[in-house]
Structure formats: C-alpha cells, structure tokens
C-alpha cells in the first residue's frame, strides 16, 4: 500500500509545482515579455518614452500593494476566491492592454493587471505552506523561486522575438493566455488548502498589530530600505535600458534582451553563491563588502560615461559585475532583516517586498521623466540608488546589522 501511494505522491507534487509555478510566473513575465516592446509602444501610440514608462509604473504599483491585500484575505476566506479573482482580473486587464489605443488606456489596463498578477504571487507560496512542510516545503519553494531565476533570462528574448513577428500587442494575448491555461488547471486540480477552522483563526486585527510592530522596528525597517535602494539600481535599468540600448547604441531587439539577460544572470548566479559564502564567512561578513562592492561598481561606470567614454561593451562589464554583488546584497539583507521573527516572517518578507516594489515603481517613474534615453543619465540614476544603499547601510549595521526586535 505504502509502495503504491509513493508515486501518487511523488506525481501530486509534480503536478502542483507545475501549476502553482505556472501561476507564479504569470506577473514576472508581464513585466519581462514587455519590456523589449516600449520603443515600439511609443511610437505605436504616438507617446514620450516617460509616458510610455508610467505603464511600467503603474504595474510595479498595483503588483506590490496588491500583495499586501491578497494575502491576507486569502487568510480570512481561504486561497481560491482571492486567487481566482486575482487570475479573471489579470486575464481581463491583458485583453485590455493588447487592444488599447491610447497610452492613458494601456496605463489604466496595466494598473489592474498588475493587481491582479499579485494575487499570482502571494498565493500559490501561501498554498505550498499549506500542502508541504520540511523539505518538501523547502523543495517546492524552491522551484517556484526558481520562476524569478528563469523569467529575466528567458522572457525578454521570448517577448523580442514575438514582438518582431507579431507585434507588442502580441506580448499581451500570450501572458493572457497563460493566465488562462494556469487558472484553469488550478482550479480543476488543486483543491481549496486552508480549512474553516485555520480561518476562523486569522484576523485584520492580528495582521494590522504584526504590520505596526515591522515598522516601528528600526533595524527591520533599514535593512528593508538597503535592499530597497538596491533593487532600485536594477529598475532604473530595468525601465530606461530598453530606450538606450534600442535608441543610443542601435541595438535590436532581440541584442537588447541580450544584455538585459546577462546581467539579470549575473544576479541569479551571485544569489546562488550566497548560501554556501554564507554559510562559510557569516552573513554579517558579507553585507558589506558586497554593498562597498556595488557602489564601487556603479560609480566607475557612471565617472567612465562622465569622462566621455560611452562604450556599450564596457559598461556592460561594470553592471555585470555591479549586479552580481547586488546577487549577494539583496538576499544577505533579507535574512539578516527577518532573522528573528518566528512566525511572523511570512508577514515580515510580504511588507518587505511591497515596499521594495513600490519604491522601485516611485523610481521608475521619476527616472523616466529625467533619464530620457541617455546612457549617461540611465548609470547616474543607478550610482545614485547604490550610494543610497550604501548610507542607509552605514547607519543600520553600526551594532551589527542583527534584528533587534522580539519575535512573537
């Protein structure tokens, strides 16, 4: 008996990583798949690029607080309403976005959609706690995350190819699509996973004291706002690369995507390091050599353009470098950020990755509007968010960088 239930087991876990990493990958690739499209997106809809990149804004937005609403419900009133919700709002707002024909109405579609891709996130990962515990949790956490590795490698070259064939418009039936394919299949085959009793459990007034309490911890709250910064480096690239690499350096689509994977691998492969230096050196030992590190990086890149030497290839070199310590930072700041709250991590890491979305959609907009696709302004804004990083680390990590907050 127990011998036959093992592959059933071993084939639900499949199954369920497949779906619930379908979902997760929904609101990743609506931002990846699109971004080789915005040059032609303004010339499309006859708008400036800082008009174009408020699309971009608009959608980090709605996609960071729409975590801090979806979650908790889906506590109350258990995961599929929300979810399922979230999925019908994504689905509604890409057919929107694909047959918009101004860019006022692609911002507005981008807003929902946006909210609607953050119930895509937040859930599914609320799902796993649910189903898995142990290493079978840590197993499937794993493969979802491993979503976030995969979409900035792969989306951009996907989406330029399908934008060269068929048009931006294209870009935004495809992620719909599969929304659809992915709210199909989970509601068909993962069954609701929070019980009466869990929710009967959960309250507004529970989760609004935990919120209080993250805010009013200082350590929590600097070491949030380091990575904050940090990750802003990566937007400010994320959002104007596509009209420098495309406008000033003449690059396709397609060489575009290029060079917006390498750096996103850059990351991932520093991220990957970062448990095993770890677990070698201690965290604290790492946090800031990799900040001193990234700024270095950053600010030699922005002093060559400075000095008038705009090449493609060595710009490239410093951001590869620079975010490869940014693959280090950003996970060694969280740990060190959630490192003593017990059962309240799951609240403490949403709050925190709302607020490093909504900053990084407050500095996409403004760097839009002064970055204007020159390459020069593009490494200014990111030297200007490592130095940020590198102040308020300074200030937070002068006792150590630990969490001094008590768990709950």
Not at 62 to 78: C, E, K, M, N, W
Not at 272 to 281: E, F, H, I, S
Not at 306 to 335: D, R
Not at 374 to 394: D, E, K, P, R
Request: aromatic share 10%; glycine share 12%.
């Amino acid at each position: 008996m127990h011998a036959s239930e093992q592959p059933h087991g071993k084939a639900r876990f499949l199954r369920n990583a497949f779906i619930l990493g379908l979902l997760t990958a929904i609101g990743p690739f609506a931002i990846d798949m699109y971004l080789p499209s915005l040059p032609f997106i303004g010339s499309s809809l006859n708008a400036d690029p800082d008009k174009v990149l408020m699309s971009l804004t608009a959608f980090f937005i709605t996609f960071a607080l729409g975590q801090l609403v979806f979650g908790p419900i889906s506590d109350i009133t258990g995961r599929r309403p929300p979810l399922y919700f979230g999925i019908a709002l994504f689905i509604g707002a890409s057919i929107g976005c694909a047959m918009a024909d101004s860019v006022e109405m692609l911002i507005a579609f981008r807003f929902l959609q946006g909210l609607g891709g953050a119930a895509g996130i937040v859930i599914p990962r609320a799902i796993v706690r649910d189903l898995h515990s142990g290493v079978e949790e840590a197993r499937l956490l794993g493969l979802l995350m491993l979503v976030f590795s995969v979409s900035p490698l792969l989306a951009p070259l996907f989406g330029s190819v399908i934008i060269e064939a068929l048009g931006w418009r294209t870009v935004f039936w495809f992620v719909g699509g599969i929304a659809v394919l992915a709210g199909l299949l989970g509601f068909l085959l993962v069954p609701e996973t929070r019980s009466a009793a869990q929710r009967t459990e959960s309250s507004l007034a529970s989760m609004l004291g935990t919120c209080r309490q993250l805010f009013t911890d200082k350590t929590f709250m600097g070491l949030t706002l380091a990575g904050s910064f940090a990750i802003c480096a990566f937007f400010v690239f994320l959002g104007n690369a596509p009209f420098v690499m495309m406008g000033q350096y003449g690059l396709s689509p397609a060489g575009f995507s290029l060079t917006f994977s390498a750096n996103a691998a850059a990351f991932f492969a520093a991220a990957q390091l970062c448990g095993w230096l770890g677990a070698r050196y201690g965290l604290q030992q790492l946090i800031m050599p990799s900040i001193y590190g990234f700024t270095a990086m950053m600010l030699l890149a922005f002093a060559v353009h400075a000095a008038g030497l705009s090449n493609l290839y060595l710009m490239m070199i410093l951001l590869f470098l620079g975010y490869g310590c940014l693959g280090i930072l950003l996970p060694t700041s969280s740990v060190l950020a959630l490192e003593s709250y017990g059962e309240a991590a799951g609240m403490a890491s949403s709050l925190m990755a709302t607020l490093q979305l909504a900053i990084g959609a407050i500095v996409i907009g403004v760097s839009g509007k002064i970055i204007n696709g020159a390459a020069l302004m593009m490494v200014g804004g990111i030297a200007l968010c490592a130095v940020a990083t590198l102040a308020v680390a300074l200030l937070t990590l002068r006792g150590g960088g630990r969490q001094t907050a008590p768990a709950e």
